[in-house]
C-alpha cells in the first residue's frame, strides 16, 4: 500500500500529524509512505485536488485512490484505515 502525505512548514496540524505518522510507520515498516510539500510541490499537489486543509494522507491500492483523510487523525484512526484496506486487499485476492 502506498500513502502520499500532503503537508506544509506552516501547518501546524501537519506538526502535530509528524509524530502520529512515524508511529504509524514502526508498527506499518512495509509501507510506502511518500511526503510532498503543499509549497513545495504545488503543482503535484494541485494535480491530486488537494484543498486548503491540511495535512492529507491518500491512500493506494494498485495505483487507484482508495482512500483520503483530511486533517488531523488519531493513530487509532489510521489504523483503523489501514487495517480495513489490507482486510478488504485480502478478501479480493
Do not use: T
Not at 4 to 27: F, H
Not at 49 to 63: Q, S
Not at 78 to 93: A, R, W
Amino acid at each position: 500500500m502506498k500513502i502520499i502525505r500532503i503537508n506544509a512548514v506552516w501547518c501546524s496540524g501537519c506538526l502535530v500529524m509528524n509524530k502520529v505518522w512515524k508511529e504509524v510507520e514502526q508498527i506499518y515498516p512495509q509501507l510506502e509512505i511518500i511526503n510532498y510539500d503543499y509549497d513545495m510541490d504545488y503543482d503535484f499537489v494541485k494535480e491530486l485536488k488537494v484543498g486548503d486543509v491540511l495535512p492529507v494522507a491518500i491512500f493506494y491500492h494498485n495505483n487507484n485512490e482508495i482512500k483520503r483523510l483530511i486533517g488531523e487523525k488519531s493513530k487509532q484512526e489510521i489504523i483503523m484505515v489501514i487495517n480495513k484496506i489490507e482486510e478488504v486487499k485480502n478478501e479480493n485476492n
